[in-house]
């Protein structure tokens, strides 16, 4: 039950009745006449009746002036609903709605870089240049454009450009190593890659010129390479495919394009982008989403819940590999500033992400829960410091806060700062829980459901339950939800994904609780998946590397939030026979994975181990050797005789016994 003693935020009567939500309910009663006395009531009717409440918002947000529609949801099964069908609409097209020339489009700041301010109008143009180019390369509705480029203005431009003429646009964040990058995109089949030379990080700057050539070489179905001068303003294009069929462009010509900006009026489940799973149990899997389930989700979540204005100048603090960076894009949609970031949050220290805050005067800043955590250990006070007087909201996600931290952001950022923890995923590219201006902020807890989401904690059997944790499902369809996956004939991946344990019921793979006054408290993953600083990674990428070293029989590695707030992601290894796990071993594997894949992927640390248990079907057993290092039980978590080398789960439970306060 709460108490006085967890609150740490409550909102102004000035607070609520000025928020978008509140105007949504003003809007209700003039319009259809309903009347909620507050959030409970309203997210019970949004849950309960989506064909008036997806109405509603499709109207309250002009798009009754966009396009008709012959209904709003035919058939509310999962999977597979169909929403509005009948409805045309084009995502870059109503991103340029809400533009005006009295707040800039987009602010870009590098580290030690001054904010370089993009009007709309100034973006309206390039987007023009560059969809005009990429007609002109033969680039159509159904096409597909990638990316390889860092937080920057060039994959905004590039998203809005693909997006305007019907292709569907990809990207993966340039620290990303060639063969993660490959298994994703030789997926995704792009004609055209938009790449650019480098990236900036902790003060240092990294050529990927030489990668950029690798996948390339990689990407059979890529006929136009659109080179991208970020760091090395007098680079050369000519070393930057291997392949003479490509076709090589260089982005400042594409620029010079003078045209009108058009868009391809496509249908409401016409594919915007793909985004990519983890790849836990295999190649990654991209998740197609559609034009219009986006821009549907988008408007509610982040103007109905996040509480987004066209004022605002949203900064969140991610790569583009991250859904949050789709996310902040989204910010277009209401006409906000987002605020373009490419390096640390770290640097020059542990203040970074404030110092950017500050150059740029944003008022509404988005974090991963590591970085807090750090800020916190590290007894950063950047009220102390740094001007933050703008900000009206911090956003955090990406794994569990612990309790401390919370208190931390009230002692040390800002006393009277509206905190929204939230909860989503890749999987919808939105949020499932999260915040309300309406609502108070307490310990540990996010703040409600989002609207429309129809959340619940489920038991093994699929009861119901409040106050207890359970598998986080979802029992009602959501617009943004997968169109398909890649390359999954028969859905036999989508239907696994999701729907494997409760059949017809979106099964999200968190453990949460959801209490009496709809706070919910998320107590991390409950599938494979690693999650470092909300970007979701899969154990068998790290794999595919590690056992590849003659000295490396098996392995086995897990992530898991821990009780005081760290994210503990421990790599153990089987040693072949005759081989020694030294340092020079250690920094062996930590650097193949590197190289390989992503310095996210290298582990906290590398332990020996005599066997790796699986099930009697081969499956290592991730899930439960990360339940026991989180503290559970054994016999919570395996059945007797189901698995090999039993003898292994008392080893990680003596294991889990041992770990210091601090890694």
């Not at 680079?235 to 009108?260: C, I």
């Not at 939230?422 to 915040?435: E, H, N, Y």
């Not at 994975?593 to 009697?616: F, G, M, N």
């Amino acid at each position: 039950m709460n108490t006085d003693t967890d609150l740490l935020w409550y909102p102004s009567r000035s607070t609520a009745e000025s928020s978008n939500i509140a105007g949504f309910m003003r809007w209700l009663s003039k319009a259809r006449g309903l009347s909620f006395s507050d959030y409970t009531e309203l997210w019970r009717w949004s849950t309960t009746d989506l064909i008036a409440f997806w109405s509603a918002v499709w109207e309250f947000y002009g798009l009754d002036a966009v396009s008709s529609y012959d209904d709003v949801l035919p058939d509310p099964s999962m999977p597979g609903a169909s929403w509005f069908p009948g409805a045309r609409l084009n995502f870059a097209e109503q991103c340029f709605t809400r533009a005006t020339d009295a707040r800039p489009a987009l602010i870009e700041v590098a580290e030690h870089g001054v904010p370089v301010e993009t009007s709309w109008e100034q973006l309206r143009r390039d987007v023009a240049a560059v969809a005009a180019s990429l007609r002109d390369m033969g680039v159509g509705p159904g096409d597909r454009v990638a990316g390889y480029l860092p937080n920057t203005s060039h994959a905004v431009v590039a998203l809005l450009a693909s997006a305007a003429v019907g292709a569907v646009w990809t990207v993966c964040s340039p620290d990303f190593g060639t063969p993660s990058v490959l298994s994703r995109l030789q997926q995704a089949q792009p004609t055209v890659l938009v790449a650019a030379d480098g990236y900036s990080y902790g003060g240092k700057e990294f050529d990927r010129r030489p990668e950029i050539a690798e996948i390339a070489d990689g990407l059979p179905t890529v006929r136009h390479l659109i080179a991208v001068d970020h760091l090395y303003t007098s680079s050369t294009t000519s070393s930057w495919s291997r392949r003479p069929e490509v076709v090589q462009h260089t982005w400042s010509a594409l620029l010079g394009n003078q045209v009108e900006l058009g868009f391809v009026d496509v249908p409401f489940d016409h594919p915007l982008w793909i985004l990519w799973s983890s790849g836990t149990t295999g190649a990654p899997k991209g998740i197609v989403q559609g034009h219009g389930g986006i821009v549907v989700e988008l408007l509610k979540a982040l103007g109905l819940g996040v509480d987004l204005r066209s004022d605002d100048r949203y900064f969140f603090h991610t790569s583009t590999s991250w859904m949050v960076w789709n996310f902040m894009v989204g910010g277009l949609l209401h006409g906000a500033t987002i605020v373009l970031y490419d390096g640390s949050a770290t640097h020059p220290d542990i203040n970074g992400v404030w110092r950017v805050a500050e150059q740029t005067r944003a008022t509404m800043v988005g974090v991963g829960a590591a970085y807090l955590v750090a800020a916190e250990k590290a007894n950063a006070h950047p009220a102390a410091e740094i001007d933050l007087s703008v900000l009206r909201s911090i956003l955090q996600t990406g794994s569990p806060l612990p309790t401390s931290t919370w208190c931390w952001v009230y002692d040390r950022v800002l006393s009277d700062i509206w905190l929204q923890s939230i909860c989503g995923g890749t999987d919808i590219c939105s949020v499932l829980a999260g915040g309300s201006p309406l609502l108070p902020v307490r310990v540990g807890r996010i703040q409600c459901p989002a609207l429309g989401v129809a959340l619940a904690a489920w038991d093994s059997s699929g009861k119901p339950l409040i106050g207890e944790q359970g598998e986080m499902v979802v029992t009602s369809p959501l617009p943004s939800m997968p169109l398909r996956f890649l390359d999954d004939p028969g859905e036999r991946r989508y239907l696994a994904s999701y729907f494997d344990v409760y059949p017809g019921v979106w099964r999200h793979g968190d453990w949460v609780t959801v209490n009496p006054d709809l706070s919910v408290a998320v107590g991390g993953r409950s599938d494979s998946t690693l999650n470092r600083m909300g970007v979701r990674m899969g154990s068998a990428d790290i794999y595919a590397v590690i056992e590849q070293l003659p000295q490396i029989a098996d392995s086995l590695v897990i992530g898991a939030d821990l009780p005081d707030g760290r994210y503990f992601m421990p790599l153990f290894v089987v040693l072949a026979e005759g081989a020694t796990l030294d340092d020079a071993l250690r920094n062996s594997i930590a650097m193949s994975i590197k190289r390989e894949l992503s310095p996210r992927h290298v582990p906290d640390a590398i332990v020996p181990i005599a066997a790796v248990p699986r099930t009697l079907t081969g499956k290592k057993l991730e899930v439960p050797i990360k339940r026991i290092i989180q503290g559970a039980r054994i016999a919570e978590v395996s059945a007797e005789g189901a698995i090999t080398h039993p003898e292994m789960l008392a080893w990680f439970a003596d294991f889990a016994t041992g770990l210091p306060a601090e890694r």
